[in-house]
């Protein structure tokens, strides 16, 4: 089955030109209060690219909840779904039947089946690696499992790496996986959810600022589970060896510009203060200390907004956006975009094209409206993006440039 429903894409192409005529301020129509912690020198600067007119190509529909996606070599594209089923596109058309061999999942409220990475030699070694929710209500976590996928089968499925400590409920399990150039392995962890919820008798959010927890952390490994001996914290006693940096809330996007190595996160605030984040080794980003978000409730989780030894969001978008999947162009099918960021959008239903000068400072935020809550963007290996969104009946889209 294949359907292609190739639509003209409006509403970018007005806000192209709404902000062409501005000088490429700061605009979304969803995010109108959004504020940058940058200096504001460059963002009355015009935007370093006209916008192009983009396509958007229903590549699948009759995705369930689909989270995450990655490519194999043969361009075959594999997507989860989260209540927990693995899927294949070949040659465009959906695989009826799932890849078999998935493990069980906790498939309530924000947890199941979540994000899958391809290793990056596939081509010798078959790993695929899933990250999932498991256990109970009452006590359960993110796992990380590697496997090589073969004839539409997961074999040797192997946990490479369970958080601890355990949490309850049904919220933040993180858990975007991303390649870094050495071979190793980032994964973000949420801090474990909301208040009420608790762990040894405090707010299962102030697991964030825990070095012996994983809650609230990006962690990196190598591609067995192991821990690799430059890691931050491998020497420091007490702390958990696989941190990589800590003070994070709930990590949904999270990308690496392979020209330069940055590592760039997504993070969801509670109400308001989502972040963009630069990611750097051992540092703290904050997390419930320090936040522009406010309690659901409307209270304040806390009234210091940035801390000296803390690192400061570069965009915090109030309202929230909710953040979810991230990736860095470097193709070449829309030229212009070339180093720029992609941000999807839950609640905005939106890609955000976050604009990078060349000192990679951000000059501008231009979104892209989607009819559904976008889960995950990432750039195919044919240079297209790639947007899953998440509905009972999610698709797969395709952006493509409309060349003129
Ligand atoms: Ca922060």
């Known amino acids: 089955?294949?359907?292609?429903?190739?639509?003209?894409?409006?509403?970018a192409i007005l806000n192209g030109i709404i902000l062409l005529s501005v000088g490429g301020c700061f605009s979304s129509s969803n995010s109108s209060n959004n504020?940058?912690?940058?200096?504001?020198?460059?963002?009355?600067?015009q935007p370093s690219s006209a916008q192009p007119e983009v396509e958007q190509v229903t590549v699948i529909e009759g995705l369930e909840h689909p989270w995450g996606m990655d490519w194999l070599p043969n361009g075959d594209i594999l997507v989860t779904e989260r209540p927990g089923r693995l899927r294949i596109v070949k040659n465009g058309e959906l695989d009826p039947q799932p890849i078999q061999g998935v493990p069980e999942v906790f498939a309530v409220g924000q947890g199941g089946l979540l994000d899958v990475a391809v290793h990056?030699?596939?081509s010798e070694n078959g790993y695929i690696y899933l990250t999932y929710a498991s256990g109970t209500?009452?006590?359960?976590?993110t796992k990380i499992a590697r496997a090589t996928l073969k004839e539409n089968r997961l074999q040797d499925l192997e946990v490479i790496f369970e958080v601890s400590p355990t949490k309850t409920g049904g919220q933040h399990f993180g858990s975007r996986l991303q390649w870094l150039n050495d071979g190793t392995l980032l994964a973000s962890i949420g801090d474990g959810g909301n208040p009420p919820l608790k762990i040894d008798g405090e707010l299962s959010r102030k697991q964030a600022q825990k070095l012996d927890s994983y809650l609230g952390k990006l962690i990196r490994i190598n591609d067995d589970g192991s821990i690799p001996n430059d890691n931050p914290f491998v020497n420091q006693e007490e702390a958990n060896p696989a941190i990589w940096s800590y003070g994070h809330r709930n990590i949904q996007g999270l990308a690496i510009d392979k020209q330069t190595g940055q590592?760039?996160?997504?993070?969801h605030g509670s109400r308001g203060g989502d972040e963009l984040n630069k990611i750097v080794a051992g540092e703290n980003y904050g997390w419930p200390v320090v936040t522009h978000s406010k309690e659901y409730t409307g209270g304040e989780i806390s009234d210091q907004?940035?801390?000296p030894g803390m690192i400061d969001p570069l965009v915090v978008w109030t309202p929230a956006i909710a953040p979810s999947g991230l990736t860095v162009y470097d193709g070449d099918k829309f030229t212009q975009w070339k180093g720029d960021l992609l941000a999807g959008g839950l609640v905005a239903r939106e890609v955000i094209r976050i604009d990078l000068n060349d000192a990679g400072e951000i000059v501008g935020q231009y979104p892209i409206k989607f009819e559904q809550r976008v889960r995950d963007v990432k750039q195919g290996r044919d240079g297209f993006i790639y947007v899953l969104t998440d509905d009972k009946n999610g698709q797969l889209i395709r952006l493509e440039p409309i060349i003129n």
């Open 305 to 307: 907004r940035s801390l």
């Open 120 to 122: 990056p030699n596939f």
């Open 263 to 267: 590592i760039w996160s997504t993070e």
């Open 137 to 141: 209500r009452g006590s359960n976590q």
């Open 35 to 45: 504020t940058s912690i940058q200096p504001t020198t460059d963002q009355t600067s």
């Open 1 to 11: 089955m294949r359907l292609i429903n190739p639509k003209l894409f409006y509403p």
